[in-house]
């Protein structure tokens, strides 16, 4: 039975990986290395430091990589300030019903507490939730299960009671192995076969978890 939702961020509830990759292009484009929103999807999901060594695999460890990511940081603050943070279809609508319903929640995410936070924020969605995981918290990050599992314990929910809601594959591995409901809503990664193999749904759009819980929930017996 669905007790709890665990929401991952980038992707999920903004339409941050988006921007990012604009970002990373644009960033490319002042360093003089043209096409590097094509990589900028390889490391969707993974920590700071993930993203160094992934760099550094593709580029050389002569590959500025600081410069490069507060450049591009810069970048999307600049947008950020200009525009807002871009939220994506659905996610006040589902936060409603998740508050209306006693539903605990929980964010689940490889972003930074600063930047993350930040986000949350300044979009309004922060009160909405009960708990708060950020990748700089743990030593693992996704696809590992901790952050996922440590989100479950701070709500004081078993992990096979939560539901996770993930854009990317790494994050379904992750919330697979933590042994929860998994429902992917892709974003700029389609799923693959390991994908379907490892989510229980897959929905396009925030819209339609209300009805994924309302099923788990008749079908839990209650």
Same mark, same amino acid.
Request: proline share 6%; glycine share 8%; aromatic share 10%.
């Given at each position: 039975?669905?007790?709890?939702?665990?929401?991952?961020?980038?992707?999920?509830?903004?339409?941050?990986?988006?921007? %990012?990759?604009?970002?990373?292009?644009?960033?490319?484009?002042?360093?003089? +290395?043209?096409?590097?929103?094509?990589?900028?999807?390889?490391?969707?999901?993974?920590?700071e430091?993930?993203?160094?060594?992934?760099?550094?695999?593709?580029?050389?460890?002569?590959? &500025?990589?600081?410069?490069?990511?507060?450049r +591009?940081?810069e970048?999307?603050d600049?947008?950020?300030? $200009? =525009?807002?943070? *871009?939220? =994506?279809?659905?996610?006040?609508?589902?936060?409603?019903?998740?508050? +209306?319903?006693?539903?605990?929640?929980?964010?689940?995410?490889?972003?930074?507490?600063?930047?993350?936070l930040?986000?949350?924020?300044?979009?309004?969605?922060?009160?909405?939730?009960?708990?708060?995981?950020?990748?700089?918290?743990? $030593?693992?990050? =996704?696809?590992?299960?901790?952050?996922?599992?440590?989100?479950?314990s701070?709500?004081?929910?078993?992990?096979?009671? %939560?539901?996770?809601?993930?854009?990317? *594959?790494?994050?379904?591995?992750?919330?697979?192995?933590?042994?929860?409901?998994?429902?992917?809503?892709?974003?700029?990664?389609? *799923?693959?076969?390991?994908? +379907?193999?490892?989510?229980?749904? %897959?929905? &396009?759009?925030?819209?339609?978890?209300?009805?994924?819980?309302?099923?788990?929930?008749?079908?839990?017996?209650?």
């Amino acid at each position: 039975m669905i007790l709890a939702v665990i929401f991952d961020m980038d992707g999920l509830m903004f339409d941050t990986e988006r921007l %990012c990759t604009w970002a990373t292009e644009q960033t490319g484009k002042e360093m003089g +290395r043209e096409g590097l929103s094509g990589f900028a999807k390889e490391v969707i999901g993974l920590r700071e430091a993930e993203c160094k060594r992934k760099y550094f695999m593709q580029f050389g460890e002569e590959f &500025p990589f600081e410069q490069f990511s507060r450049r +591009r940081q810069e970048i999307i603050d600049r947008y950020i300030r $200009e =525009k807002g943070v *871009p939220v =994506k279809p659905g996610l006040f609508e589902l936060l409603n019903f998740l508050k +209306r319903g006693g539903f605990p929640m929980a964010v689940a995410t490889s972003t930074s507490r600063r930047h993350a936070l930040a986000y949350l924020e300044r979009t309004g969605a922060a009160p909405y939730f009960d708990q708060m995981m950020f990748g700089d918290m743990l $030593e693992n990050g =996704k696809p590992a299960p901790d952050i996922y599992l440590k989100a479950a314990s701070l709500l004081e929910v078993a992990p096979e009671d %939560c539901m996770a809601l993930e854009d990317s *594959p790494r994050g379904i591995q992750s919330a697979h192995a933590a042994g929860m409901t998994t429902v992917m809503i892709p974003d700029l990664l389609p *799923p693959d076969q390991d994908d +379907r193999k490892r989510y229980d749904y %897959c929905v &396009p759009s925030l819209f339609e978890v209300p009805a994924l819980l309302q099923k788990e929930r008749k079908e839990g017996g209650t």
